[in-house]
């Protein structure tokens, strides 16, 4: 089976193509980073026609680097949310628009179940149950996977998102958008210690967390700073900045495999690229016999081949009657608001 995923929920076109017997066999980014950096984050209408100039010619690029036609395709998957809207209905018309046209099944897919799925292209590849840290520009979640499709969710973020606090910081810091791997790079010159942040909710009961203090303490830094730009303290703040983070996302998600008697940890979106968070949870797991899992690098941050593996997954486990309700669908929809625990809900 012959599945092309598309992605274009945020300011990444993704295309992919996966086979369900060899795997991936082509994918595809347009990243719209240096369009919407000149404005210090993503502008949604910019973001929209953007996807509508690249989506089309890159599924012929994924199509002839796999040797691959249209007429192959045996089903369509696509990002129907969350997201921004305008672009979430880039992606989902033209998968919508093609499937019609060869008469194949669309698959809507949650984006985060694609991050997360996304480790399913790594190898070794991890086995269900186990813990799952969602780290993303809009999610910071730590949930329990059982197995596919059943997502229990054990902590949440109670304002910010841990990718965001990263952009925000690198603008304080006043490096461009996104922020995460310039913050990441500028953190490895810094000394840890030197300038102390705080760690929200480190020692909660719960495994929520709240990243909307540790930015206002950043701000408060740069504030109070006799030189805000001198290299030293930009790069020990940044130090500062992911010692904490890494700290209350370490903590958290070695609590909740604690707490749920699991030894696997699964990390998942952009956040998990990560150098300092992947050496600090390697580290935490392999001391207590547990087992970290990552998406390959390339894979970390929006593609669809995140997407294509997710859909595929689906619809593994969808009856064919199931799949029948794919077909000719002329009253799609998108949902830029979308629990995940809403769209496992569709699985039986
Ligand atoms: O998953 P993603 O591509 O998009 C969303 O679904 O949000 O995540 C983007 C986020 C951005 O906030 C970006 O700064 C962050 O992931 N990010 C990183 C790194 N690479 C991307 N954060 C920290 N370190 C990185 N190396
Ligand atoms: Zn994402």
Redesign the pocket.
Known sequence: MLVLGLESS?DETGVALIDDQKGLLAHAVHTQIDMHKLYGGVVPELASRDHIRRVIPLIEQVLEEAGKTKADLDAIAVTQGPGLAGALLVGVSVAHALAFALDIPVIGVH?MEG?LLANLLADPAPQFPFIALLV???HTQIMKVTRFGQYELLGDTLDDAV??A??KTAQLLGMCY????GV?ALAEKGLSGVIDLPRPMLHAPNLDMSFSGLKTAVLTAVQKAPDANAPEFRANLARGFVDAVVDVLATKAIKALKQEKLKTLVVA???S???QLRERLRLETAKRGMKVFFPPIKLC??NGAMIATAGLARIKHMSQDEINLHFKNLRFNVKPRWQLKEAAADIG
């Open positions: 945020c984006h991050h993303s520009g809009g990718g965001e990263f952009d996104p922020g995460g791997p990441s979106g952009g956040v690229a990560n150098k941050t929006d």
